[in-house]
């Protein structure tokens, strides 16, 4: 049996490397180590001028992360901006919530990490809490702390008992979207991850599993792209 293709998204920065300083589609190397170890073949997806090419990308794809980053523009879900949101990322905002409608629209399986979980929470209606604190480790450090998983859940099926995961987020979901319920939690109450019940697989963690050796919840998504 082939390997399935989890398309990851990326996002574009100015970068310097040898002679060069241009703009670049970056991905952290976790994530397409991550997805290899899981058992999948990892494709990078930068944004798109268009974000009506969404549906003929995830067309090709078995799955889909949607990596994490930068904070979600307030103006999606309704709100101003507070002094501690970074800058709009408006392609990858547009071009991620296109992926988002084409792989709900297709059952195609998707995981959210970090702004992933956010984004998606945003594309069925939910808002953002804007800041919060100790959930990083300090300014460019991971943070470790402990989530519960929520029992019945398609997360606590995959980790049934309570873990430390790698984390690094001053924002979380505050009001849940349309169909997401809370799946895990952190010992401060924080929603840390949520799903979508149905017959496709759609999970948000709200850590960084791609910085850490737990290689559950990836590789419940790569069989879930193996069993389409």
Not at 61 to 72: C, E, K, N, Q, Y
Not at 137 to 151: A, F, S
Not at 200 to 218: K, S, Y
């Amino acid at each position: 049996m082939s390997k399935p293709l989890i398309g990851i998204s990326t996002y574009l920065e100015p970068a310097r490397w040898g002679v060069w300083d241009l703009p670049a589609a970056l991905l952290p190397a976790g994530y397409p180590r991550l997805v290899r170890a899981s058992g999948g073949l990892a494709a990078m997806l930068p944004p798109d001028d268009d974000p009506a090419a969404a549906a003929a990308v995830v067309s090709r794809l078995d799955a889909l992360v949607l990596a994490g980053g930068a904070d979600v523009e307030p103006s999606r879900y309704g709100a101003e901006p507070s002094p501690r949101t970074g800058p709009p990322a408006r392609e990858r905002d547009a071009w991620e919530l296109a992926l988002i409608d084409a792989a709900l629209a297709t059952g195609t399986p998707l995981l959210g990490i970090c702004r992933g979980l956010q984004l998606l929470n945003v594309a069925l209606g939910g808002t953002i809490v804007q800041h919060l604190e100790g959930h990083t480790g300090g300014r460019g450090v991971l943070g470790e702390h402990t989530v519960k998983p929520v029992p019945g859940t398609l997360y606590a099926s995959l980790v049934p008992e309570a873990a430390d995961v790698p984390t690094y987020h001053h924002q979380c979901l505050d009001r849940l979207g349309d169909g997401l319920i809370a799946s895990a939690y952190a010992a401060d109450g924080t929603v840390e991850a949520a799903e979508l019940p149905g017959p496709a697989w759609v999970l948000g963690v709200q850590w960084h599993p791609e910085m850490g050796g737990d290689t559950r919840v990836m590789e419940g998504l790569v069989r879930a792209a193996s069993a389409r």
